[in-house]
């Protein structure tokens, strides 16, 4: 299965734009699983909450409705954060959309900075959703990088595969090896999505970091890119590897844990 992420810098609060770029994008793609950035279709640093719910949609907005359409197309699957409303909420979510028409939605549990002002917490908890035989997916947003319990739940879940859509603008760029560790603590693929460039409010400048990347089970790095690269990297992987969590005859990394002995 080839599984693809995108890096690119999205227009701010352009929605049709950003969906003609992605379109573009989406027509060279090699993959049968894309992910793309987090507020791929909206940019990220909003004024203000207005602002914001300017650009929210539901799950039949432009945006998914696209997201649908190209899977069904293009017989691949697809991840892709948007802003997501639903009711006066507006989520920082995810979408995942399968070639039959299938669509599940991950909102952000775990909001970084001003989100918090603009953004409902997310309530979906963190699914695994499959890909009938194909794939267990698992998906998680930017910061939840920084709670080994969000790749966790998901691999004891079933995850073989951690989708994760960002808009990473942390230096140093700290979560290049922890997604590193959660691959390898949790012997499951993960792929980080990130875009690149920047914004502006005013003289505030937000810069977003790139470096792309995707990583096996066992923590080896299977392809990244620097900050300034525009389109595709991509991997060959079998999602079967990510069930194997043995790494000797006497050690197996789910059955090894001690529950009983953590205060979580
Ligand atoms: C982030 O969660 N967008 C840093």
Redesign the pocket.
């Known amino acids: 299965m080839i599984i693809s992420a995108l890096q690119f810098s999205p227009s701010f609060l352009d929605v049709s734009a950003n969906l003609r770029i992605l379109a573009e994008y989406l027509e060279t793609c090699p993959a049968d699983l894309a992910v793309l950035p987090?507020l791929c279709t909206t940019g990220?640093f909003f004024h203000d909450t207005e602002q914001l719910h300017s650009v929210a949609e539901a799950l039949d907005g432009p945006s998914c409705t696209f997201f649908r359409e190209a899977a069904r197309e293009q017989n691949r699957a697809i991840v892709a954060g948007f802003a997501e409303r639903s009711g006066d909420a507006v989520f920082n979510s995810a979408v995942t959309v399968f070639p039959d028409g299938g669509m599940h939605v991950y909102r952000?549990v775990?909001?970084?900075?001003e989100?918090k002002r603009h953004f409902t917490p997310g309530d979906t908890g963190f699914p695994v959703i499959r890909w009938g035989d194909r794939l267990r997916l698992g998906v998680m947003?930017?910061?939840?990088w920084r709670f080994p319990e969000a790749a966790r739940t998901l691999a004891l879940k079933g995850a073989q595969l951690i989708a994760h859509p960002?808009?990473?603008?942390?230096a140093p760029r700290h979560w290049k090896p922890v997604m590193r560790a959660r691959s390898f603590e949790n012997k499951v693929f993960t792929v980080t999505a990130n875009r690149n460039g920047e914004e502006f409010r005013g003289q505030e400048r937000l810069h977003f970091h790139g470096c792309s990347q995707i990583i096996a089970p066992n923590g080896t790095t299977l392809e990244e890119v620097d900050e300034d690269f525009d389109g595709w990297i991509s991997a060959d992987i079998d999602p079967v590897r990510a069930d194997e969590k043995a790494f000797s005859p006497w050690n197996d990394i789910m059955t090894d844990r001690r529950p009983d002995q953590y205060e979580l």
């Open positions: 987090e990220y952000k775990h909001l970084f900075a989100e947003i930017c910061y939840d960002s808009n990473l603008v942390a």
